[in-house]
């Protein structure tokens, strides 16, 4: 199986901040990696698919990079609604598996 | 627009099963598989198996084989999630997911098991 490792598993930020957030496969994926934003007992939200590309109706403001086993979503600005945890998964082969999380918290 | 709607929560006892519904609107049920994925209390997300849109074809993580049945009613654009044997560690929130990118998610289902 391809375990999933985020970093940090959780961060503190002020509104403006740039949050980064990095993922590392245990095994090379290309670009078969999708990023996720959950708020307390909502359902995950797609926020970026194949690595970079942002997923319609999510602001500019995210954006995705990487490719083989070292990946970074970054928030350039973050905003009160961006709040929440975040999860990296790959979708390379089965099981699908998914990252630890990061929960960004406001400072 | 597309929505994944599941039924409601349950209670088991331990060594029961559950079997948790997924019903979709918006979008052509045929076109995309149905995958499911679970949350634990505090725990990460976890990928269980998927169903193949166009077929009956389905594949299952090995943590849950020979315990999980995913199955679909394709006239009633109706995806299901069968879960023996259940013990405590089973609690969680259930999700169907569909969508050419894990796009759609369902409400989730909590999946209480307690004697």
């Known amino acids: 199986d391809i375990q999933m490792t985020q970093s940090p598993s959780s961060l503190s930020a002020s509104v403006g901040d740039r949050v980064t957030i990095t993922c590392r496969a245990s095994q090379a994926i290309s670009t078969y990696l999708n990023w996720f934003q959950q708020k307390p007992g909502k359902a995950p939200n797609l926020l970026i698919y194949a690595a970079s590309t942002l997923q319609s109706g999510v602001p500019s403001r995210f954006s995705g990079s990487g490719s083989g086993t070292d990946f970074t979503l970054t928030i350039s600005s973050l905003q009160p609604e961006d709040f929440a945890t975040y999860y990296c998964?790959?979708?390379?082969?089965?099981?699908?598996?998914f990252g630890g999380g990061t929960r960004v918290e406001i400072k | 627009q597309v929505q994944l709607v599941q039924s409601g929560a349950e209670v088991k006892k331990p060594g029961a099963s559950v079997k948790v519904s997924c019903k979709a609107s918006?979008?052509?049920?045929?076109?995309?598989?149905m995958h499911w994925v679970r949350q634990a209390p505090g725990q990460r997300l976890e990928w269980m198996g998927w169903i193949n849109g166009g077929d009956i074809n389905t594949k299952y993580s090995q943590k849950f084989q020979g315990r999980v049945t995913i199955t679909k009613d394709t006239s009633a654009s109706t995806a299901y999630m069968e879960l023996s044997s259940l013990r405590s560690e089973d609690t969680a929130v259930y999700y169907c997911v569909s969508g050419a990118n894990f796009d759609y998610w369902g409400q989730g289902t909590l999946v209480t098991v307690s004697s």
């Open positions: 998964q790959h979708i390379y082969s089965t099981p699908l598996t």
């Open positions: 918006g979008y052509t049920f045929t076109s995309y598989a």
